[in-house]
C-alpha cells in the first residue's frame, strides 16, 4: 500500500479525522518503504512463547478449527506449538522475511492477494503481526476468516486506543463479538500483551469460547 491507498483504507475502516502524520508514520511502515527493515532485507521480529500461545488454546474449542493461517508467522512459534499439540490442524504459515524461519509463503500479508489465492476463507486466523500495522492487518484479515481471528497485540493496543480505533471495536463490542484473552506471561521484550479475539458473529463466539471460564478473560 502507499501511502495515498493507507489514507483510503484507514477512512473507510476506521472513520475520522486522521492526522497527516499518523497516516505518514504507517504508510512508512508497509513493506517495501525503506523504513520497513531495521537491517536491510532483515524485518523486526520477536517470537512468542509457548506459555503465550498455550493460554489463548485453554479458553477456545478447537474442534471446527481444521485450516488455520499465520500471516505474520515470524520464527513459526504458533505454528510449531499448534503441530506440536493439535496435529489435526492444518496450518498455513507466510511471512514476507524469511530470515526468521521457514514459512510456507513470504508474501504480503498486508495485500488480500494473498488470502484469495487459496480459494476459500481460513477457519480461523492466528497470528501476531507486527504491532505498527494492527490498524490494516486486522480489519484485512477478518474478511478472510470463517469463523474468528485471534490476534496477539500489546495491552496498550486495546487500553490506550485512538479514537478511530476506538469506534471499530465498538461495532463489534456492541454485537459480543470481541473476546480478550489476558493473564499472559509476560512477552519476550517485557511487555504485557493480550490476545484480541473478533469473531465473525456472536454465535460463532458462543460456540468458539469454553464454559466456566476462570480469571480475566471476558467478552466486551
Not at 186 to 204: E, M, N, P, T
Amino acid at each position: 500500500m502507499k501511502k495515498e491507498e493507507v489514507e483510503n483504507f484507514l477512512r473507510k475502516e476506521m472513520p475520522g479525522d486522521w492526522k497527516k502524520k499518523h497516516i505518514t508514520e504507517l504508510s512508512m511502515c508497509m513493506p517495501y518503504e525503506a523504513k520497513f527493515y531495521r537491517t536491510p532485507g532483515l524485518t523486526e521480529c520477536v517470537h512468542n512463547t509457548f506459555g503465550e500461545i498455550e493460554r489463548l488454546f485453554d479458553v477456545i474449542h478447537t474442534e471446527n478449527l481444521n485450516d488455520i493461517c499465520d500471516p505474520f508467522s515470524g520464527t513459526g512459534t504458533i505454528s510449531e506449538y499448534i503441530k506440536e499439540k493439535m496435529s489435526c490442524i492444518n496450518i498455513v504459515t507466510n511471512d514476507i522475511c524469511d530470515k526468521h524461519g521457514n514459512p510456507d509463503f513470504t508474501e504480503n500479508a498486508l495485500d488480500n492477494s494473498f488470502y484469495e489465492q487459496f480459494g476459500q476463507p481460513f477457519d480461523a486466523i492466528i497470528t501476531s503481526p507486527w504491532f505498527s500495522v494492527l490498524d490494516i492487518a486486522i480489519p484485512i484479515m477478518l474478511k478472510h476468516v470463517k469463523y474468528f481471528i485471534a490476534v496477539h497485540v500489546p495491552a496498550y493496543y486495546i487500553t490506550n486506543a485512538h479514537d478511530h480505533r476506538i469506534r471499530y471495536l465498538k461495532r463489534f463490542i456492541k454485537n459480543k463479538q470481541i473476546y480478550i484473552v489476558g493473564n499472559l506471561p509476560h512477552a519476550v521484550i517485557g511487555w504485557r500483551c493480550v490476545w484480541l479475539i473478533i469473531f465473525k458473529d456472536r454465535h460463532i463466539g458462543k460456540m468458539t469460547i469454553k464454559k466456566n471460564l476462570k480469571g480475566i478473560d471476558y467478552f466486551v
